[in-house]
């Protein structure tokens, strides 16, 4: 047992609707872990940069960090750019438009709530959004449509509009356990050895697996 190769564009043999995403990213503000994928079947993967990731313009201070084995379905949506000017009367991004709106005020000074930081082994269902500032913890799960606004912690799933955790997937002492075994950090063959492990709730095995030398 291997494992698809990480550094491949399409994983699935003969299929060209996921992609592992860290090898077609070209932004310098995006960055992706190994085996994340990205599955769209409308538009095409290739396009994440495109429709997926919103307004990542020149001017945006905001990165947007992915760790390894994310699944993320299609319509998932990030977005980098921070709010208009709020404290003026008028909202408007006049700058932008150039043609002397630039001297308005800086671009570069919009407000930005900080970079989008998602852990490992999180999945994104089907058209969720994510705002910037918001932090994912490892093992998390957004449910279809939800719209994230607020930082989530590891092994929660959130739904809803704004989305609130609606459940915790394990009990505190286990996702402590978790947290520390960290099995997505292992080498890959070590991942292989232990896969029916990770695929499975016996978390005594797979601490013990962890502790191996």
Known sequence: MTGPNPNTLYPIQDYDKVIFLKNHIQAKNIHIGDYTYFDDRRYGPEKFEDYNVLYNYDFSKVKLVIG??????????????????????STYPFPIFGNGWEEAFDIYDLPVKGDIIVGNDVWFGYDSLIKNGV?????????????????????AIVAGNPAKVVKMRFDDKTIERLQHISWWDWDISKINQHLKLICNLDIDQL?????ES
């Open 207 to 211: 601490e013990s697996a962890a502790n």
């Open 135 to 155: 932090t994912i913890g490892n093992g998390a799960i957004i449910a279809t449509r939800a719209v994230v606004v607020k930082d989530v912690p590891p092994y």
């Open 68 to 89: 390894k084995f994310c699944a993320i379905a299609a319509e998932t949506r990030f977005i980098m750019t921070g709010d208009h000017k709020l404290d003026a009367i």
